[in-house]
């Protein structure tokens, strides 16, 4: 069976809750979608390059890949005895690159621009100004602010 490869995007925003610390997670990263051609749907990361996630749908697919993304989240902050060693920890698991992975997303996105490849039910964006990055910072009660609430995005690379 053929398998079909996608490159898409990822933006999520998440509050991790630690051993007497908050912190808000904000992942802008990369991910392929392949579509294993007898009903399975897989999601693995590029960057972070540790996270998979898989279903007989798409909506599955990305389901257990965010909850896996947030799993491993919320195993760093069980381990984690400061907001130190949880930043530290989050920014090492995050800059994990998968190159296989990476080389696949990198050949399924000049399909989409060559027109041969299409997942027409997501939006766009341009993968060159979509780069993979992590930002984390501690969250204080004073500090907290309802701009830090948002929805996840999962949107093609084109």
């Keep these: 069976m053929a398998v079909t490869t996608y490159p898409l995007v990822f933006s999520f925003r998440d509050v991790i809750v630690g051993n007497g610390f908050v912190a808000h997670v904000a992942a802008s990263g990369r991910v392929i979608l392949t579509d294993e051609g007898d009903g399975d749907i897989w999601m693995f990361g590029v960057q972070p390059g540790g996270v998979a996630g898989g279903g007989r749908e798409r909506s599955q697919a990305f389901y257990e890949f965010k909850k896996n993304y947030r799993s491993v989240l919320f195993d760093i902050a069980i381990e984690s005895s400061t907001y130190e060693a949880l930043e530290s920890a989050i ?60 929805f996840d995005e999962i949107r093609k690379a084109a």
């Design 91 to 150: 920014s090492s698991f995050y800059s994990e690159i998968n190159h296989t992975h990476l080389e696949m997303w990198t050949e399924a996105v000049q399909a989409v621009r060559a027109g041969k490849l299409s997942l027409p039910d997501l939006r766009s964006e341009n993968a060159d100004l979509f780069p993979s990055k992590i930002e984390i910072r501690r969250l204080d009660c004073r500090d907290a602010s309802c701009n830090d609430n948002s």
